[in-house]
């Protein structure tokens, strides 16, 4: 098992920045890919941003040149610097990390953390 604990999330106001984390302990293995995904209230989660183990970086269009996703592969932690927030970037953040255990592929969820973008 891997446990994932996000932090950073809060309130700003909208053009503002929040810095994210999220700290993943356990069972790691080396191939891995981690990221965030979002949801706001009465959506559904979508993708925000991923990096894996071979440093192949995506994001979602929304986001593309205003966040950046990072790691310490040490502290097998990621982060996502979000930059020139925005109301519609208000939602709940979930860290992930989806790692090869030698056998098959392991999903793992943080529980969330608030982003709320005021104008």
């Known amino acids: 098992q891997v446990q994932l604990v996000e932090s950073g999330g809060g309130s700003v106001q909208s053009g503002g920045s929040l810095r994210l984390s999220c700290a993943a302990s356990?069972?790691?293995?080396?191939?891995?890919?981690m990221g965030w995904y979002r949801q706001a209230p009465g959506k559904q989660r979508d993708f925000v941003a991923t990096?894996?183990?071979?440093?192949?970086?995506d994001y979602d269009d929304s986001v593309a040149g205003r966040f950046t996703i990072s790691r310490d592969n040490a502290k097998n932690t990621v982060f996502l610097q979000m930059n020139t927030l925005r109301p519609e970037d208000t939602a709940v953040y979930y860290c992930?990390?989806?790692?090869?255990?030698?056998?098959?592929?392991?999903?793992?969820w943080g529980p969330g953390t608030q982003v709320t973008v005021s104008s």
């Open positions: 992930y990390r989806r790692q090869y255990n030698g056998q098959k592929w392991d999903e793992f």
């Open positions: 356990g069972s790691i293995f080396r191939s891995y890919a």
């Open positions: 990096i894996t183990s071979d440093s192949t970086i």
